[in-house]
């Protein structure tokens, strides 16, 4: 089936540093990816749609120049986050469209900032 | 405005019982219908997912109910494990290429 490889699985950076978070779709040419942000024990939230080779969608209240999502080829989407602060601490997640198969989810990255 | 809401937001099964968490929609778009399992510190798993066209579908011990003009679905895991204590999480798409809405997910704990 369709695999999403999500790296890292966990980081842990200083605050005011930057983390970057790729995906990259193993079997398959991902056209849409999503990213989503899960804190713990809640639900996830999207952030963000990211479409190969234009602009990421942000859903409102995520600030876009914080969180910069690049889908630069259709196997690859990448999030950063930019002057990190404790807040920002969460676990995220992207997600990408398989077709048939339906949504295939990336194992999730554990970002801790101290 | 919450898009899909869950419940219950947990629920503790004997092991060998039947598990049911339920879920309601508003958006009338909506045409795909799936239901993930997650575990600590791991991304969502599918585990089984139904298009409107169909009332129920069933993948081993897990079942979907879907109910169109109530606007619900469910999922029954039957025979429940300790296995499958975990986090689950039912959602809604406009099939391909928009994003998933989430519920606020059900934690199973299955005892023995």
């Known amino acids: 089936g369709a695999v999403v490889s999500q790296h890292p699985s966990w980081v842990i950076c200083k605050s005011g540093t930057s983390v970057k978070i790729e995906c990259r779709s193993l079997?398959?040419?991902?056209?849409?990816m999503f990213w989503y942000r899960q804190f713990p024990k809640q639900s996830l939230m999207l952030m963000a749609t990211s479409n190969e080779g234009s602009k990421a969608t942000y859903e409102q209240g995520v600030e876009k120049d914080k969180f910069l999502i690049n889908h630069a080829s259709l196997t690859l989407s990448t999030l950063t986050v930019t002057s990190a602060h404790p807040e920002d601490s969460s676990f995220y997640i992207c997600?990408?469209?398989?077709?048939?198969?339906?949504?295939?989810f990336g194992s999730g990255t554990r970002l801790t900032v101290v | 405005q919450q898009q899909v809401k869950q419940s219950p937001q947990s629920l503790i099964v004997q092991k060998g019982g039947i598990s049911i968490i339920n879920c309601a929609y508003e958006n009338t778009a909506f045409d795909y219908f799936p239901w993930y399992q997650q575990f600590p510190g791991k991304g969502p798993a599918l585990l089984i997912a139904?298009?409107?066209?169909?009332s129920e579908k069933k993948e081993g011990r897990f079942t979907i109910s879907f109910n169109k003009s109530a606007k619900q679905f469910s999922l029954h895991i039957m025979d429940s494990q300790p296995g499958d204590s975990a986090t689950y999480f039912c959602?809604?798409?406009?099939?391909?290429?928009?994003?998933?809405?989430f519920g606020k997910g059900t934690r199973l704990s299955v005892i023995a």
């Open positions: 079997d398959f040419q991902a056209t849409t």
């Open positions: 139904i298009r409107p066209d169909v």
């Open positions: 959602a809604a798409s406009i099939w391909r290429n928009t994003p998933l809405v």
């Open positions: 997600s990408a469209s398989a077709g048939e198969g339906g949504y295939t």
